[in-house]
T-cell receptor, first 116, second 113 residues
């Protein structure tokens, strides 16, 4: 059974701090790893990672994938109160018996709170 | 603007009642998905569809049904057989045939009366 484990499950830091969120996985037929940010409603897409060792950056957020050790990290530097959210890690893999479809397996998320 | 629209935002179900959650997308995406999210849990896949008139069960399909009569629409029915339906339901879509992220609607929160 495919599995995605995120840590920590919750984290409280002060504005301006740097945080690192972790995601480890065990899946068959790996395609990609995705990070989403979820505030009150829809998860919004942050990054999709397919290759090891290549950092993806968007402003103060960055992420990297290690396909040998089966994990990814999401870094947020100079955190702001607007970064408070649940950060979801998901792994995309071929669904066995699914007619060629890919499916996402999600971790439980890291609930990040940024205090002013 | 292109996007995924879920309705209603909030829904209340009486015991023994079937309810249908709507999901419409105008992104011309082939694949559509339904997930359930419980507090403190990740998203779990209920059903998915890659093309019109075809759909597959996900990890937790029992007590749910879907249809895919049009490319843009993928409604989910929560039947009376689903004994614990209170949850946040999210619909997603993506293109097939390439690595594209799934995009999500704003969700429907279903509660039992």
């Amino acid at each position: 059974e495919d599995k995605v484990v995120q840590s920590p499950l919750s984290l409280v830091v002060h504005e301006g701090d740097t945080v690192t969120l972790n995601c480890s996985y065990e899946v068959t037929n790996f395609r990609s790893l995705l990070w989403y940010k979820q505030e009150k409603k829809a998860p919004t897409f942050l990054f999709m990672l397919t290759s090891s060792g290549i950092e993806k950056k968007s402003g103060r957020l960055s992420s990297i994938l290690d396909k040998k050790e089966l994990f990814s990290i999401l870094n947020i530097t100079a955190t702001q109160t607007g970064d408070s959210a649940v950060y979801l890690c998901a792994v995309e893999a071929l669904i066995l018996g699914g007619g060629g479809a890919d499916g996402l397996t999600f971790g439980k998320g890291t609930h990040l709170i940024i205090q002013p | 603007d292109g996007g995924i629209t879920q309705s209603p935002k909030y829904l209340f179900r009486k015991e023994g009642q079937n309810v249908t959650l709507s999901c419409e997308q105008n992104l011309n995406h082939d694949a559509m998905y339904w997930y359930r999210q419980d507090p403190g849990q990740g998203l779990r896949l209920i059903y998915y569809s890659q093309i019109v008139n075809d759909f597959q069960k996900g990890d937790i399909a029992e007590g749910y049904s879907v249809s895919r009569e049009k490319k843009e629409s993928f409604p989910l029915t929560v039947t009376s057989a689903q004994k614990n339906p209170t949850a946040f339901y999210l619909c997603a879509s993506t293109l097939t045939g390439g690595s594209q992220p799934q995009h999500f609607g704003d969700g429907t929160r279903l509660s039992i009366l």
